[in-house]
């Protein structure tokens, strides 16, 4: 790192000052600076480069539709809370508040799948997972990805209804 990385050690000093600044305002801002209804942007997003990686493997099909569905029951609820972040800003109401931060704090913990990613247990977030072959490189929908890659619809087929159930209960978290 010295040598060739980061001489003099700039990078390293501004991402420590960077993650500093984060923790600060995770922890001190009255809300915390979460924005939802990117996320559901995202999940679109990568719904749409799964459909790539479907349509680039075999001939086999696979039915989509659940997830499709639980990404813009998804959507639809990031809207409903921004708007009552919005109106506990507004109305200055601490209790209005907390419950928007406990949303904010608890929604991933929906997308927590028992049992975790078909041989790899340990890994348990239907959305992203490091990749079989990528090293810590992040792949979305990770038990669908690497199931169809692999080429087995079945298991892809179950991990279709487990991603779609992990987002639904992320919904209901963030519920107004």
């Given at each position: 790192?010295s040598?060739?990385?980061?001489?003099?050690?700039?990078?390293h000093?501004?991402?420590?000052?960077?993650?500093?600044?984060?923790?600060?305002?995770?922890s001190?801002?009255?809300?915390l600076p979460?924005?939802?209804?990117n996320y559901g942007?995202?999940?679109?997003?990568?719904?749409?480069?799964?459909?790539?990686?479907?349509?680039?493997?075999?001939?086999a099909?696979?039915?989509?539709?659940?997830?499709?569905?639980?990404?813009?029951?998804?959507?639809?609820?990031?809207?409903e809370?921004?708007?009552?972040?919005?109106?506990?800003?507004?109305?200055?109401?601490?209790?209005?508040?907390?419950?928007v931060?406990?949303?904010?704090?608890?929604?991933?913990?929906?997308?927590?799948s028992?049992?975790?990613l078909?041989?790899r247990?340990?890994?348990?977030?239907?959305?992203?997972?490091?990749?079989?072959?990528?090293?810590?490189?992040?792949?979305?929908?990770a038990?669908?990805?690497?199931?169809?890659?692999?080429?087995?619809?079945?298991?892809a087929r179950?991990?279709?209804?487990?991603?779609?159930?992990g987002?639904?209960?992320?919904?209901?978290?963030?519920?107004?």
């Open positions: 790192m040598n060739f990385g980061d001489p003099g050690f700039h990078i000093s501004t991402m420590g000052q960077f993650l500093t600044l984060l923790a600060y305002h995770l001190s801002d009255e809300l979460l924005d939802l209804p942007v995202e999940l679109q997003a990568y719904y749409e480069d799964l459909q790539d990686v479907i349509s680039s493997g075999s001939n099909s696979l039915d989509t539709s659940p997830l499709s569905a639980a990404i813009q029951t998804f959507q639809a609820r990031t809207k809370v921004k708007g009552l972040e919005q109106m506990a800003l507004m109305t200055n109401d601490a209790e209005l508040i907390e419950v931060n406990h949303k904010y704090r608890d929604f991933q913990r929906g997308f927590v028992q049992g975790g078909p041989t247990e340990f890994y348990r977030h239907v959305v992203t997972a490091p990749g079989l072959d990528t090293g810590y490189a992040a792949v979305t929908y038990g669908i990805t690497e199931a169809v890659e692999a080429g087995d619809f079945d298991v179950d991990w279709v209804g487990r991603t779609a159930r987002i639904e209960r992320a919904s209901e978290i963030i519920k107004t």
